[in-house]
């Protein structure tokens, strides 16, 4: 196979490298923890209750886009590397426009600003949904896969300053209607998750994994157009496999 140089050079590989081999001093990646500390899955796999809310855009079944996700992870199911990796269900592909509030304790995040400290999930959701009301987007947004960001994400990004600035503005919008402030609200990366790491890898596996999914993009969706979503999906979710509607937010 020959081996393409990464779609977007300002995905750093040294970055996704380090978060493979664990050169961050974690012990374990992100949201990998035994149950009841807080975690999202096991080291088996084992996808632990994680409720919440978030601001999302489901990929539609029916589009090259969908397509391409499905093509780059069955790549990653048959590789050698899929023991390493726990896969998400293809309906749940999503791309997050905005983080809600979740964990187990609920609001590790962040809190939303007027909202008591004690209220559960389905009052925030409601909270959420009232200041929901009359919430518009500007207009369709186009966006497109741009790289791999580890080899369990897609990097998207949007097409063009202006989406970039349309999109940006919908998340401070949110941001503000919400009340809830966010550390990663300038530097959050776009995405969509195909999988999420269980361990860390040796340094040559790590390399050879990116490497792989580099591949993988290359054939399956650097060539895909951008996608236009038409809405965002208010929603909620009890574990990473499953996020339910509670509100569609839509163009004027």
């Known amino acids: 196979m020959t081996h393409l ?41 084992e996808v632990l209750r994680h409720p919440g809310n978030t601001f999302l855009c489901h990929v539609p079944t029916d589009s090259p886009l969908f397509a391409g996700l499905c093509a780059v992870q069955d790549g990653l199911i048959g590789s050698p590397f899929a023991d390493s990796m726990v896969f998400l269900p293809r309906e749940s592909f999503h791309m997050t426009v905005f983080c809600g509030i979740s ?75 919400t009340g809830l402030p966010r550390d990663d609200h300038e530097t959050y990366q776009f995405h969509i998750s195909l999988a999420y790491m269980l361990r860390f890898l040796p340094a040559e596996q790590a390399d050879a994994l990116v490497s792989l999914s580099e591949d993988l993009f290359a054939r399956h969706l650097a060539q895909v157009e951008p996608i236009t979503f038409t809405s965002v999906e208010f929603c909620r979710f009890e574990t990473m496999f499953r996020f339910d509607p509670i509100c569609l937010i839509r163009s004027p």
């Open 5 to 45: 140089s990464r779609p977007n050079p300002r995905i750093a590989r040294d970055e996704v490298l380090a978060r493979l081999t664990g050169l961050f001093g974690a012990a374990a990646p992100q949201s990998i923890t035994a149950p009841r500390q807080g975690g999202k899955f096991t080291p088996d796999g």
């Open 103 to 177: 964990g187990a304790p609920l609001g590790v995040g962040g809190w939303p600003a007027g909202v008591r400290r004690d209220a559960g999930l389905e009052d925030i959701n409601e909270i959420f949904r009232e200041r929901l009301s009359g919430f518009r987007l500007d207009g369709p947004f186009r966006v497109r896969a741009c790289g791999v960001n580890g080899p369990n994400s897609i990097s998207m990004e949007p097409d063009g300053t202006a989406e970039g600035f349309h999109l940006r503005g919908l998340r401070d919008r949110l941001r503000d209607l």
